[in-house]
T-cell receptor, first 113, second 115 residues
C-alpha cells in the first residue's frame, strides 16, 4: 500500500509569485484535504476535495485554490504569495469525503521571501 | 465556535507515564483524534475515539473522553525517548449538512522524555 506523497519537499519563492504544490493520495482513497501549518502552530484547514469537487473550505482567501484529478491526486495553488504564506503545507487523504480518518503526507515547506 | 486547547509542554522521565490533555468546544464532533509530529515531518495518526465511547486502549496508548466536559486525554504508558515529539489533538465538527471534512487542531503539546 502506497502512503501519501507530496512534492516538492522544500520551495523558496518571492512575494507576489505563484506556487503549485502536489499531493498523491494513499492507495484506495478518493478524498484529499489540504492544511497550512505555520511555525509553532497546529495545522489550519484550507479545503477538501472529494471526487474532483471542492467539499468544504476554511478561512483562506480565493488566491488559495485547488484541483483534484481523476486518479484522486491533487494540487494546491497559491497566487500572489505573501510573506505570511511561509509555512508547512500538509496534504491528507481519506475515503468517502467528510471527516473520515485522514492520513497525512510529509508536507511541503514553503518559504516566501 | 470551534476551538481546541492544549497545554504547550510536558516533560517526563523515561519509563514514566505521560498524560496529554485537550479541551474542545464543538460537541457535534463525531471523532476525536491524536496525531504525533516529529521534527521536520508530517503528522502520524496515533489513535482516534468515536464520540460515544469513554475510553479506548491501543497497546501503550489510552484515550479517555469526557464528553460532558469536552475533555480528551492521551496517556502513554512506559514513555520512551522515541516518544519525544509534538502531539496534536483534533476534532471533526459537523456542519448543518453533515461532516465538513475538516479537522480542527490544537496548537500541540511538546513532549520531552528525559533518559
Amino acid at each position: 500500500e502506497t502512503g501519501v506523497t507530496q512534492s516538492p519537499t522544500h520551495l523558496i519563492k518571492t512575494r507576489g509569485q505563484q506556487v503549485t504544490l502536489r499531493c498523491s493520495s494513499q492507495s484506495g482513497h478518493n478524498t484529499v484535504s489540504w492544511y497550512q501549518q505555520a511555525l509553532g502552530q497546529g495545522p489550519q484547514f484550507i479545503f477538501q476535495y472529494y471526487r474532483e469537487e471542492e467539499n468544504g473550505r476554511g478561512n483562506f482567501p480565493p488566491r488559495f485554490s485547488g484541483l483534484q484529478f481523476p486518479n484522486y491526486s491533487s494540487e494546491l495553488n497559491v497566487n500572489a504569495l505573501e510573506l505570511d504564506d511561509s509555512a508547512l503545507y500538509l496534504c491528507a487523504s481519506s475515503w468517502g469525503g467528510g471527516a473520515e480518518t485522514q492520513y497525512f503526507g510529509p508536507g511541503t515547506r514553503l518559504l516566501v521571501l | 465556535g470551534e476551538d481546541v486547547e492544549q497545554s504547550l509542554f510536558l516533560s517526563v522521565r523515561e519509563g514514566d507515564s505521560s498524560v496529554i490533555n485537550c479541551t474542545y468546544t464543538d460537541s457535534s464532533s463525531t471523532y476525536l483524534y491524536w496525531y504525533k509530529q516529529e521534527p521536520g515531518a508530517g503528522l502520524q495518526l496515533l489513535t482516534y475515539i468515536f464520540s460515544n465511547m469513554d475510553m479506548k486502549q491501543d497497546q501503550r496508548l489510552t484515550v479517555l473522553l469526557n464528553k460532558k466536559d469536552k475533555h480528551l486525554s492521551l496517556r502513554i504508558a512506559d514513555t520512551q525517548t522515541g516518544d519525544s515529539a509534538i502531539y496534536f489533538c483534533a476534532e471533526s465538527p459537523l456542519d448543518g449538512s453533515g461532516n465538513t471534512g475538516k479537522l480542527i487542531f490544537g496548537q500541540g503539546t511538546t513532549l520531552q522524555v528525559k533518559p
